[in-house]
Structure formats: C-alpha cells, structure tokens
C-alpha cells in the first residue's frame, strides 16, 4: 500500500479520518507490505499484510457467508490445479483474475462498457480513483493506466484481491488493494471518482451503499456504474438472472432492482444521476460484437427501431429513461455528488 493513502483512510472502529498510522511494518518497494495500522484516536489495530489492510473491523453476518464461499471456491481451484507446472497453475489463476472463468460475455459486456463511459468521464491522471467489490482489480487497471491513482477494494482477498498482482504484472500498473465492505466505507472524503462495476447488487442495502459512495467523495466528485443488472417492466431478465444467480450461489448476497429504485437510492444519497444508453447492447444492436443478437420478439423490434430515424430518440435522456424503465438491460450511469443545500 503506497503511504499516501494514509491521509484517505478512517479508521472503521471509531470513524475518525487520517487517524491510522503504521506499527512495526515491513516496507517492499516503497510500499507498506506487512505490519499493522493503528489508529492514534481509539487506539484500534488493523493488519496488514501483502500489502493489503483489513479494514472491515466488525465483518456483518452477509460479509462473513460471502468470504466463507470464495474460502472454499479456493479450496477448489487449489485442489484442481495443484498438479500443474507453476507457469500453468499462474496462467490458470490469470483467467479467474480476468474473470475469464465466467465466460466470454461477462468480459466483452464490461470492457465494451468501461470503454464506452470512459468518453463521458473524462478522466485525467492523478485524480483518485476508489473502485467497491472490484474483486481480482481487473477493470481497476484499466483505470490505473490511464494514469490515475487507485484503489480496490473487496470484501475477500481469497480468489479476489490476492490475484491482483497477476494483473498488475501483466498489464504494468499499479494499484493499491484495501478489505473493506461497500455498506461501511473506512474511507475519507477524498475522491475524484468511485467505480463500481457488478457488485452494487450485492450490497445488502443498495441506498446505503450509494450513501456511503457519496460520501468518500469530493465535493463535484463522481460515481460511475456499470454491469449492474437492472429489470424492467416489459424485461425480466436481469430478475431471472440474479435469482438464478442467487440459487446458484447460497451464501451470496444478490438483489436485482429497476430504474425508479436506482434513481430513488441514487437522489437518497444526493447523487445526480445521468443514465446512459449501454454501450454494450449499443454495440450488440450494431451488429459489432460478433455475437448474433436473440430473435424474440422484442430485440427484433429493437433492431428495426436501431435502423431508422428513431435511433436518435434512444440516446436522448427520456428516450433512455422510458426503454431502462420498460426493458431494464443493465446499468451504465455517472452520478455527480451534490453539493450546497439540498432543495
Ligand atoms: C460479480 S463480482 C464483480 C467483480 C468486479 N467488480 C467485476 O466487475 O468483475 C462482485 C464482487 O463484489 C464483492 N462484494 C460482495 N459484497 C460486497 C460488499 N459488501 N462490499 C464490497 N464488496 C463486496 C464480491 O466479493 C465480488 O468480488
Ligand atoms: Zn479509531
């Protein structure tokens, strides 16, 4: 962990900011690497080690269920590639990094996703970047190689955070890695952007996560989402998919929402969103993904409307607005945190 991060951390046991300083600490290349943190206010103490400080202080029922399966999906993974030669075990452990393991969807929908916001973000080197349940960091070192100064957090390092170096080594950036739950941020109000990218629909209380994204953010800062499922009134798939996913996975916390409870959580937390058509079913209608695009009947009246004139109405606010309420797809917004008295 780079030492400047100091001044951005608050201690979680009694919310005191900049309060956290090293004890007894080992320093690799510059950084903290292993030792503890104390906060000189309460006197609490946090390890450190890897690089990576734990700083869930009191980890919620939920966090503990989460952390217990990824502990055991390690297991796993140890189990079957215990045999391999180390540089297979390492390209093996790479594709769960790049969440190659999910299959080829999930990759192509956040890459053309990140790539598309990025326009509309803006982003120029050094601001600080705070990205909640960024797991193995993967999308957080796209960011890092723009230029910027970034932080991972997750709730796991198993099968999470601890696989970040693979990415780092491949991709040639840098970033600092934190154990920190999105509901419970120790975290001060020192950021230009936070990014989050599929995990807001684990979050146990999706307002309270927003609210606490809000606040480790500078005044005029942004929080930028993409991935997230999001169901509509005509489209049930983000619904179906995250029950299914929760099913699929006991233990893992999976809510699915729709575009009047993101709007309703996001002005709760005093963020001004602006939703964006996603790039990814923007690229899918345009034929660009190489994917064929499903024939029902709705995507067929999609495409014929992507076609004509009408295409323009779809990238309007209101034109988005109406197809995320009907349709839901999934979620792609930037969101500015207000400032001044609220009205
Ligand atoms: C589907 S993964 C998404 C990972 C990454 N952001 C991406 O887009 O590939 C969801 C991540 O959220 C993390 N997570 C779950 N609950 C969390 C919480 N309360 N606080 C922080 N992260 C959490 C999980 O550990 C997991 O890494
Ligand atoms: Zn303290």
Request: charged letters at 25%; aromatic letters at 6%.
């Amino acid at each position: 962990m780079r030492k400047e991060l100091l001044q951005l951390l608050r201690c979680p046991s009694c919310r005191r900011d900049g309060s956290l300083s090293p004890q007894r600490m080992h320093i690799r290349e510059d950084k903290l690497w292993e030792g503890s943190l104390r906060c000189s206010a309460c006197g609490a103490s946090y390890p450190l080690s890897e690089g990576i400080p734990d700083l869930i202080a009191d980890p919620s029922p939920t966090v503990l269920n989460e952390r217990e399966a990824y502990a055991k999906s390690k297991e796993e993974v140890a189990a079957r590639i215990q045999a391999l030669a180390p540089a297979t075990k390492e390209i093996e452990l790479r594709r769960i990094a790049l969440m190659e393991h999910t299959g080829e969807q999930f990759q192509l929908t956040s890459e053309l996703n990140l790539e598309g916001i990025l326009p509309h973000v803006r982003p120029l080197p050094g601001m600080w970047l705070l990205e909640l349940g960024a797991g193995s960091g993967w999308l957080t070192s796209r960011w890092a190689a723009l230029g910027l100064s970034c932080v991972a957090t997750d709730i796991s390092k198993d099968l999470k955070l601890d696989l970040s170096p693979l990415i780092m080594k491949q991709r040639r950036v840098y970033f600092d890695r934190v154990l920190a739950d999105m509901t419970d941020l120790p975290f001060a109000a020192g950021f230009d952007l936070v990014f989050v990218s599929a995990s807001l629909h684990h979050a146990e209380n999706l307002g309270a996560s927003l609210c606490e994204a809000a606040r480790v953010l500078k005044p005029g800062g942004r929080l930028v989402v993409i991935n997230e499922p999001m169901h509509g009134l005509l489209r049930r798939s983000g619904k179906r998919f995250i029950d299914q996913a929760a099913e699929d996975n006991p233990g893992i916390n999976e809510q699915s929402f729709n575009y009047f409870q993101w709007r309703r959580a996001l002005r709760g937390a005093s963020l001004s969103p602006v939703f964006l058509f996603p790039p990814y079913y923007a690229a899918m209608l345009q034929e660009q993904t190489g994917r064929s695009v499903s024939s029902t009947r709705l995507t067929k009246l999609a495409r014929l409307i992507w076609r004509s004139p009408l295409k323009r109405l779809v990238y309007t606010r209101t034109g988005t607005a109406i197809i995320q309420l009907l349709l839901g797809m999934n979620v792609c917004l930037i969101a500015e945190k207000r400032t001044g008295i609220p009205r």
